[in-house]
């Protein structure tokens, strides 16, 4: 039976009756992507043929690099990632690279040890209701919208346990994600397994 949750759609691009699915129609960088991302592509299909999500592909196909227009303070080189991930031309995206170690590293964890948990990179994400989205919509943002998804399977799990300060802290948390716990103050998601469909435009 068929349930539905919140989502944000960020570039507003949605439409009722849009399916959101795997897929590797995602480009990375553009028609002109250097060889080392149509390679990092690769070894991505090999390793999940059924295809990501949006929000997986921009992640798992990240690329640690450099920015030259980055300034840090004692640091001639400074580490950033690059989310290659684009729907035109452009230049990829650079910014620190928290989010992709979170994600990667709670990837690691699922293969390792919860392999029949359904992956981040293979999944759309909601929420129940839209008091439980908080600062996490952006609702100032005019390019976003809030619509309603529906699916037939999907996991809740605590986002909250995404941040950490130390690698053996985030081995720990990542396993209480996995297996369903929460820290103190947990903030609910829902990892939807694709195929997802919209169903509601809510403004």
Known sequence: ?????????????LEIGDKLELDWSFRLGGEKAPQAELENKQILQEMYPEGLSRH???????????????????????????????DSDSSPI??????????????LVRLAEFESCHSRFQAVFGWQNQSEIGDLKPVQDRDSQLV???????DKRDMNLLEFRSFNGGFEA?????????????????????????VEIKN
């Open 56 to 86: 997986g592909f921009r992640y798992a196909s990240a690329m640690v690099g450099e920015d030259k227009n980055v300034s840090t303070p004692g640091k001639s080189k400074p580490l950033v990632t690059a989310l290659p991930i684009s």
């Open 94 to 107: 650079f910014f620190e690279p928290n989010s992709t170690r979170y994600e990667w590293l709670f990837e």
């Open 174 to 198: 990542a396993r209480k994600y996995w297996k369903g716990n929460a820290s103190p103050d947990p903030t609910w998601e829902i990892l939807m397994e694709p195929p997802v469909e919209v």
């Open 148 to 154: 309603k998804l529906s699916c037939d399977s999907y």
């Open 1 to 13: 039976m068929s349930e539905t949750f919140l989502h944000v759609d960020r570039t507003s691009s």
